[in-house]
């Protein structure tokens, strides 16, 4: 490690922050107690503004000093940081999980080492090389008109309105995914999908795929175990709680709100 070298921190799954610095999330290596670390959790993430930056979890049974050191969760810190720095901690996060959660070969079971040349782990027993995980998601705002489908999860933390989404299985497209999860979950028929944007998400791996789904016909039937409630909202009287714009979610809400303000009819 070079002098000015800085490194992110991952304590229990949380970015660790430093109390008595701005923003407190990148810190510089050599101010940091040896001990804190886990070596072996050491993960190359990139650079940034010109300095190498490097992922670390902290060494097992650490405690930190509670009047230096925040552990965070990502939800708070990402719709708060500027962009460059979103997509460090992102990129940090998403490959300070990996690294912990293969540890171990999943062919022989041996002990996982960092490839020489690739950017990769390599198994010290049969040589297999595993690559970080990316887990594909696609996600739709399902739209009619003026009005738009949001749903609240069962499982968020505080009650949000957002986009349906879910895991792309194996075998099936973006497309096919989008159209399974939208009847699944709210019983909902999709028409035309129009692709939007992409994300990484690093909760803790997702590729996130946007798209705008027409609405085909049907009556809302939530699932009751993924999707708690779901309505039709027109696009000038949205619920209060929806999803952040730094989040593909809240920009595929508030692009088409925009397109509605100007009489855009996406599927026309």
């Given at each position: 490690?070079?002098?000015d070298d800085q490194i992110l921190i991952f304590h229990e799954g949380e970015l660790v922050c430093d109390m008595q610095a701005q923003p407190g999330y990148l810190h510089n290596f050599l101010h940091i107690e040896p001990e804190l670390l886990d070596p072996a959790s050491r993960q190359d993430v990139g650079e940034y503004d010109g300095r190498r930056v490097t992922a670390y979890r902290t060494a097992e049974g650490t405690e930190l000093d509670p009047m230096r050191f925040m552990p965070t969760n990502l939800y708070r810190v990402l719709p708060q940081a500027p962009t460059p720095d979103r997509d460090?901690?992102?990129r940090g996060a998403h490959l300070a999980h990996w690294r912990h959660t293969h540890r171990y070969c999943g062919v022989c079971g041996s002990r996982n080492?960092?490839?020489?040349s690739e950017p990769g782990l390599q198994c010290e027993g049969c040589g297999f090389t595993s690559y970080p995980r990316v887990s594909p998601c696609g996600i739709a705002l399902m739209v009619d008109g003026d009005r738009m489908l949001l749903a609240r999860n069962a499982r968020f933390p505080r009650p949000m309105f957002s986009t349906l989404?879910?895991?792309v299985e194996a075998g099936e497209s973006a497309e096919q995914t989008i159209a399974r999860e939208i009847f699944?979950?709210?019983g909902l028929a999709s028409g035309k999908l129009e692709y939007f944007d992409s994300q990484a998400w690093p909760f803790p791996d997702q590729l996130m795929l946007g798209y705008f789904a027409q609405y085909a016909g049907g009556e809302i039937a939530v699932d009751g175990v993924e999707i708690a409630e779901a309505h039709w909202f027109?696009?000038?009287d949205l619920p209060r709680n929806i999803p952040p714009t730094m989040s593909i979610a809240g920009r595929l809400i508030q692009h088409y709100c925009q397109l509605r303000d100007q009489n855009i009819n996406l599927f026309e």
């Open positions: 490690m070079n002098n460090i901690i992102s080492v960092v490839h020489p989404a879910g895991f699944e979950e709210v027109d696009y000038r």
